[in-house]
């Protein structure tokens, strides 16, 4: 007997009838002799619509509360999922994710698992049951509900995996792999049958948001191999692994975008050492994770400092400067949102020369500008006009050979 572990997202427990459709696919499972441990999302939206509410009463909500409400819409999947199986005969059973022993830092909003304790979760399972486990939650040591960040339950999927050494972990959603680009967007991208860690981590970390980028990262610590596939068919998905043979054959394994960030231009800074340290350390204070960094050269003893920010944290950011404005030596904060990022990754990049020329070429052929540029040893990320970023990422997905026949 195999033990499985099943994570369905927001849209496959959409509505009831989804929910009832998922109850069978854990229940042919449980047929063909398995352990079935499943962890589900909120049904799509809801989260969203519960912040949303917060919004409408504050700007400025405690975490400590948005993790209570927004740790609801897990709530509410977990036990019609345990019903419907119930219904079809199956033994169920739903947890929270304290419940399931999941517990965390105390960090709320972007809880850090610290371990499992999955006693409960085991104790089911001898008995014969399937258990249904919330998503995107865990409790901290006061017992105090915390989450993990948006697209948090396939780090519940990779870590209860983790924890009980399960045989397999299918992350079931709306696509059926992972693919060379996001197919809402590039709809001549290619599903993906294998693919390494790294890439498929800095693809998350760049945008696809296919898989939270914190939970590839764990699955890559842990080693949890796990494949990513449709809840609509019964297609084969995308393998997430270690190593992929000839990995390095393939140049640019993918293109990702990234519309949630923007950009902060801090203009007519002092240039002189310590100007840098004091931006960035407002940021650092301010709890503002910095993404793409560009300086420009000094001209007059003046310089200009351009990075990025998530979008949710430009208002923090214009902020947190305005008032250091003085001690730069005067100057101007200016935001802009009308941006995105576009990157391109693949292990490949590491052995092969001219990929920053060919993406810069396929961007102007479109009469793309490019704006800020970074480099890594396995990815390259440009931001551009955000009107734009689409048919710049087609652009780019064509000219690296991405595109399927
Ligand atoms: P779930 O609710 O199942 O977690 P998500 O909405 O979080 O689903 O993730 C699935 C979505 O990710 C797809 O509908 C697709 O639009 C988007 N996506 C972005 N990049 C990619 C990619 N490279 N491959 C597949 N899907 C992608
Ligand atoms: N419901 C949470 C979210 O929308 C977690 C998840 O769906 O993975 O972010
Ligand atoms: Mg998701």
Redesign the pocket.
């Known amino acids: 007997m195999s033990r499985i572990v099943q994570?369905?997202?927001?849209?496959?427990v959409g509505d009831v009838e989804r929910i009832k459709k998922v109850a069978d696919r854990i229940r042919l499972t449980i047929k063909e002799g398995h352990e079935v441990v499943a962890v589900v999302?909120a049904r799509?939206g809801v989260t969203n619509e519960l912040i949303a509410r917060a919004r409408e009463i504050t700007d400025q909500p405690s975490e400590r509360e948005m993790d209570m409400l927004m740790s609801v819409g897990e709530q509410e999947t977990i036990a019609l999922t345990a019903l419907a199986l119930q219904e079809l005969g199956v033994t169920a059973v739903s947890f929270t994710g304290g419940q399931a022993g999941i517990q965390t830092d105390k960090i709320h909003t972007k809880a850090k698992i610290q371990a499992i304790n999955a006693a409960a979760v085991e104790e089911q399972l001898q008995a014969g049951n399937a258990v249904i486990v919330a998503g995107f939650q865990g409790v901290n040591e006061h017992g105090h509900i915390t989450t993990f960040g948006r697209?948090g339950?396939?780090l519940s999927a990779i870590a209860i995996a983790s924890a009980l050494k399960a045989d397999r972990c299918e992350?079931?959603?709306?696509?059926d792999?992972?693919?060379?680009?996001?197919?809402?967007?590039v709809t001549k991208?290619r599903?993906?049958d294998e693919i390494s860690y790294d890439e498929m981590l800095e693809?998350a970390s760049s945008?696809?948001?296919?898989?939270?980028s914190r939970s590839v990262e764990f699955a890559h610590k842990h080693n949890v191999v796990f494949e990513?596939r449709s809840?609509f068919n019964f297609n084969r998905g995308t393998i997430v692994k270690q190593e992929v043979p000839q990995m390095e054959k393939v140049v640019v394994r993918?293109?990702?975008?990234d519309r949630d960030q923007a950009k902060v231009i801090v203009s007519n800074i002092k240039d002189e050492p310590g100007s840098a340290a004091k931006v960035f350390q407002v940021m650092a204070d301010a709890g503002i994770v910095v993404d793409m960094i560009v300086q420009n050269v000094g001209r007059n003893g003046v310089a200009n400092l351009t990075f990025t920010v998530p979008l949710g944290d430009t208002l923090k950011a214009q902020q947190a400067l305005e008032p250091c404005l003085e001690d730069l030596g005067g100057g101007q904060v200016e935001v802009q949102e009308n941006i995105a990022k576009l990157s391109v990754v693949g292990v490949g990049m590491k052995t092969h020369s001219g990929v920053a020329a060919e993406l810069f070429r396929a961007l102007a052929d479109v009469g793309v500008n490019i704006d800020l540029i970074t480099t890594s040893e396995i990815k390259i990320s440009v931001v551009v006009d955000q009107d734009k970023v689409d048919n710049a990422a087609r652009a780019v997905h064509t000219a690296f050979g991405l595109d399927a026949e």
């Open positions: 994570k369905f997202g927001g849209t496959s999302s799509a697209g339950s396939d992350i079931y959603t709306d696509v792999g992972v693919y060379t680009a996001d197919p809402r967007v991208a599903k993906i693809l945008g696809s948001k296919v898989m939270q990513v809840s993918g293109v990702a975008v």
